[in-house]
């Protein structure tokens, strides 16, 4: 080795000692007759000392003319700091260094290597790989291999079995476009990337792998957010011979494993709520249950009474922002313009505060008597001090609507801390879901979804009440994992294909090589992905999946570093047999 220590290491029990140190120069303070360099590698942070009379000149003048980033070799004598520095574990001793040997200069880095950084988004992803040695952002990538290494540390004991599955492919249907390659060796064809391992592990259990898993990187072609990346990670599991409550157990297992192992965290049992309760008290599929806030429905108690907004309404339902009835005007206008923002859509905000005397004031008072306004109060367990918003309109919108105003309330009343965490299970997903756009029914999960066998009988008439073997984990309100029990038999499987508006040569010419596998002897079975990104950043305390990956792309689906995608040479294209038409400009 270049060094005998790590930047981390030394203490005072190494005092005396001759070292050698290689890293990075993080910092160099010049004051004249002293001069002190931080030097730094991944495992921390080592004064280097030199003074003026007791440093030999040359090697004074040497250390002088290191800059940011120079990566060096030192050689020096470990000695007992004079002012001790307790905020880094190095911080009680300090090099008086002997020799210095440049092994890289370096050009002054775009911006701050520290904690806190000058560089903005743009500027740090095009040079991540100096983004990367700052501590923040090298934690996250710890934390991702802790991670890593505790869910297969769980998977491991637990007897599942580590497959990889190809990644060119066709295509996945997970509801998402493909990203697509294509084959030079096959004209005018093309692989697709796959969205999820799906079909595979369905073929892993009939081959009779029984328990598999892998992390596994997926492709998904669609608009990019905080929490979406074009390629992410997933954990994918699958298991044979396994009911959904066995599946809910061992994932709930593995969840509480990785609170505990990475985060010191103790997890009670996870509750379940289905998803028609989760739609009908939070508005969301995946609630976020840090905080109760739930949805009253106020429909009985409302109607009748001249209010037209509420007369002509599907649904009227409200959440009690408890002790927020000292929130003014402009605080309820914010609210009200909150709600009415396009990506919301309500059309207004009722609300209703309950006074210190008891008495509520409302701002539809013309319509409603205080014994009315009582009845609310009392609808939504409202003590003096609380605030009632209510909003109405058509069912589902409205819902949706009220989700995203219990949430901002939550946030602004301080119940959403990054510090507490509230897993659950939502199960019984609808199997389907109707798609206005292409007038026809979708799988809300995936068409290998198995519906509850109780439900078949509305498969002709009311195939949308179809509930689901399907669940999602939900934590903080992020779904951070979902899967189900799978259809095993072949008929049924092209009875769901049917129902997705599949011909049968369509779903022969894409799903027939599974279809043809349920006939040689396939096990009932089920599984469940965890977004991997998505779990590290909840872990983590951060919104973004993207502080989580070492080189993520941009909003547009861009890495600025290498700057891909980028055009490809003619020849290449025309070994591909692509022609270029009509770019836009
Ligand atoms: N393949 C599914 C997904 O990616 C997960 C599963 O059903 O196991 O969401």
Redesign the pocket.
């Known amino acids: 080795m270049l060094r005998t220590h790590t930047c981390g290491e030394l203490r005072i029990d190494n005092v005396g000692e001759e070292v050698v140190l290689t890293g990075w120069v993080q910092r160099l303070r010049d004051k004249g007759g002293m001069l002190w360099i931080d030097l730094r590698d991944r495992y921390g942070i080592t004064q280097l000392t030199f003074e003026d009379g007791v440093t030999p000149a040359y090697l004074f003048e040497a250390a002088r003319g290191l800059g940011r980033e120079y990566v060096i070799r030192v050689v020096g004598k470990v000695i007992e700091r004079y002012s001790k520095n307790d905020k880094i574990p190095t911080g009680d001793i300090e090099i008086h260094a002997s020799k210095i040997e440049v092994l890289n200069a370096a050009k002054l880095p775009p911006f701050m290597i520290e904690d806190e950084t000058d560089g903005g988004d743009d500027l740090r992803m095009k040079y991540r790989y100096l983004d990367l040695r700052r501590t923040p952002v090298r934690r996250n990538l710890e934390l991702r291999h802790q991670m890593m290494r505790a869910v297969r540390a769980y998977l491991d004991e637990h007897y599942f079995i580590e497959v990889e599955t190809p990644v060119l492919i066709k295509s996945t249907p997970?509801g998402a476009r493909d990203f697509v390659v294509p084959s030079r060796m096959n004209p005018g064809e093309f692989y697709a990337l796959p969205?999820?391992p799906?079909t595979f592990?369905q073929l892993l259990m009939v081959s009779g792998f029984d328990k598999y898993y892998q992390i596994v990187k997926?492709f998904r072609d669609e608009d990019l957010r905080a929490d979406r990346q074009p390629e992410f990670t997933?954990i994918?599991?699958?298991l044979s011979f396994v009911t959904q409550e066995d599946i809910l157990n061992t994932f709930e297992g593995l969840i509480r494993h990785l609170f505990l192992k990475v985060k010191g965290v103790h997890i009670a049992n996870l509750p379940r709520m289905t998803y028609a309760d989760a739609m009908k008290y939070y508005g969301s599929d995946k609630p976020d249950t840090r905080f109760d806030m739930r949805f009253v429905e106020l429909n009985p108690l409302v109607k009748n009474k001249g209010f037209k907004v509420f007369d002509d309404a599907e649904l009227v339902v409200g959440i009690n922002a408890k002790g927020a009835a000292s929130y003014t005007r402009k605080q309820l206008d914010e609210l009200t313009d909150f709600v009415k923002r396009p990506q919301i859509g309500a059309t207004g905000l009722v609300y209703a505060r309950v006074q210190e005397d008891g008495t509520v004031k409302s701002s539809v008072d013309k319509f409603y008597t205080p014994e009315d306004l009582q009845a609310w109060a009392k609808a939504f367990n409202a003590e003096p001090g609380d605030l009632i918003l209510v909003l109405a309109g058509g069912r589902d919108k409205t819902r949706k609507a009220l989700n995203e105003l219990r949430l901002e309330m939550g946030e602004r009343l301080g119940l959403r801390d990054k510090n507490v965490f509230s897993p659950l299970w939502v199960v019984d997903f609808p199997l389907l879901e109707w798609d206005e756009d292409s007038n026809r029914y979708h799988a809300m999960?995936?068409p290998f979804?198995s519906p509850k066998p109780e439900d078949l009988e509305l498969i002709d008439d009311r195939p949308g009440d179809i509930r689901a073997n399907a669940y999602d984990m939900v934590i903080n309100g992020v779904e951070v994992g979902?899967?189900?029990i799978r259809i095993h038999d072949r008929r049924l499987q092209e009875q769901m294909f049917r129902l997705l508006g599949f011909s049968n040569d369509e779903a022969k010419a894409q799903f027939g090589f599974l279809m043809d596998a349920f006939e040689y002897g396939a096990p009932p079975h089920g599984?469940?992905?965890f977004g991997f990104d998505r779990l590290c950043s909840l872990f983590g305390g951060s919104d973004s999946i993207r502080d989580y990956i070492a080189f993520p792309k941009n909003n547009s689906g861009r890495d600025v570093m290498i700057d891909a995608p980028s055009p490809i040479a003619n020849a290449q294209l025309d070994e591909l047999h692509i022609k270029m038409k009509n770019l836009p400009a």
Request: aromatic share 0%; with cysteine; proline share 0%.
């Open positions: 997970e969205q999820s799906q592990k997926c997933q994918d599991c699958e999960h995936h979804t979902g899967g189900s599984g469940i992905a």
